[in-house]
């Protein structure tokens, strides 16, 4: 069983920087595919970046591309989420996922990971 933690959500203004920070006590497989997804209220949870391919591969929600940046520290056993020039519509809880396998065709997918962590809320004021 693989458990995740997030931390380092919290309140910024717009245009402010956070980064989030996922533990993870392993990884369910010596390839997985390891995320961030977010879900505003009243919208459904989406993937905002994810890292798969032994770490040569990254997907990013458009909406993302150019402000947040995903990385991993297999060292640390650590994900982590840089996120610049926030703004508003960032507002979301963010969760961390960890799936055995993913492809380039389903790395967005909720439904292909199979551990979550609680979630840290981010929320940007403009």
């Known amino acids: 069983q693989v458990q995740l933690m997030e931390s380092g959500g919290g309140s910024v203004q717009t245009g402010g920087s956070l980064r989030l920070s996922c533990a993870a006590s392993g990884y369910p497989s010596s390839n997985p595919c390891m995320g961030w997804f977010r879900q505003a209220p009243g919208k459904e949870r989406e993937a905002v970046a994810v890292?798969?391919?032994?770490?040569?591969?990254?997907f990013y929600a458009d909406s993302v591309k150019g402000r947040f940046t995903i990385s991993q520290d297999n060292a640390k056993n650590t994900l982590y989420l840089q996120m610049n020039s926030l703004q508003p519509e960032d507002t979301a809880m963010y969760y961390c996922?960890?799936?055995?396998?993913?492809?380039?065709?389903?790395?967005?997918?909720?439904?292909?990971?199979?551990?979550w962590g609680q979630g840290t809320q981010v929320t940007v004021s403009s």
């Open positions: 996922a960890a799936a055995i396998r993913c492809n380039r065709y389903n790395a967005r997918i909720r439904s292909q990971y199979d551990y």
């Open positions: 890292i798969y391919n032994g770490g040569e591969s990254t």
